[in-house]
């Protein structure tokens, strides 16, 4: 059996097919999740973002047309949410600082390894403009091409590549040249 | 009888996990050197997965009703129903209170200036109901339109009218031509704030989509009063029609954050 596409979940769930929805936010939600926390402060914040994205998800089905990417639209939703958040708390960008795992005292060796570097990619996203750290989340956390992130970010490409590269250029430098492989 | 302190074991831990409880000191501290409590914990993370999956669900299932079912229809046939309601609250508005005379003031300019107002108006709406998936248009874009909203009326009112002027309506005092003007172009205005936040899918939680409404409505109110006042000194047209789009935006921009700050 070959599993649909999100496209066809999409479509599926704005025919009123609910099992989509499920499928869709299995698929979607981890990695929206991932993105928001790392943009913002608090965990809980970045999980109330989430819901009302796949809220919105819901409300603009009837809007989904055949042909357009189901991720980049909805991580579209998800960073005009992520700028009201911003814009109605009267806050800036910041990276959060309740760091996954780091006060857990039950936390294993492996898993510590992880949440350590999760926290030094954290650290490392914390020192890139709001801008570079829009394109790197969803070029790098979520997997977005740079044409799509340069449209969900309303510039050009070009600019978006700048961003891009300067970007994890500075990632490089705040982890040390060799001591994370993950940034690519 | 006297009571000893129960020491958590792994199924207490599995128990409170399963129930979403937190865990107390003495289970962390199980935790912390229990294999089985560490796997079972991760093997449970998905979980919070499921817990953010049925407080999406049950925010979907709030979404009932006529509302709903009107923020859920198509961008286009919403901007479309709050253009046909605007259609029909200037109609409504002409046939309850008719323009006492077309006379003074050339038809062409009544058409132009009913034109310009009806235009303007559906360009705000189409701005004010644009989709959350679409990325938004650049602040300055909106902060032109809201301005462009309030001034046009303005511009309206202090530009001469060609023709003979008309100072006043038979047997009414120009306070209250001033007064019923400004309350039948915010009631016009009012109206079509009511249509977009019905409309509205969340945008009018920000500053500016609520001036923008405004802006639309004061426009639609000033399209409305056109086809009602043929009143055109100055001051009457400064203080009952071109004020109506600032009143709406101050009361309804005090009413969206005493709004926003109760659901905060």
Redesign the interface.
Known sequence: MTSRSDEELMAAYARGDAAAF?EI??RL??IL?RVMRHQLRRPEDA?DL???T???L??????FRDGAQLKP??F??AM??K??YF??ASRKPESPLELDGRAD??T?ND?HHRLEAADAVEFALSKLSPEQRDVISLHWLAGIPLPEVA????ASLSAVKVRAHRGYAAMRQALGESSNPEVP | MTHTRVVPDCADVAEAVSRGEPLSAEAQAHVSHCRVCQASRDAARPASGDALFARVEAAIGEERGLLARLRSLPTGLRVLGAVAWAVIIVLASTLATPRSAYGPVPAQYLVLAVTVLAILTALAVRLDLRPLQVVPSGHASVLGMIAVGLAVPVALAVLPAPGPQVTSLPGVGDTPAIVGCFLIGCGAGTLLILGLRALDRGAHRSPTNVLLAAAAGGLLGNAALELHCPITTTVHLLLGHATVGIALAAAYGIAALRLTRRTA
């Open positions: 499920r936010f299995e939600s981890p999740l999980s989430v819901q009302q796949f809220l919105h819901h409300r603009s089905r009837l809007d639209w909805l579209t939703i005009n949410l700028r009201e814009r109605r005292p039950s294993g898993e449209q969900m970010v309303g």
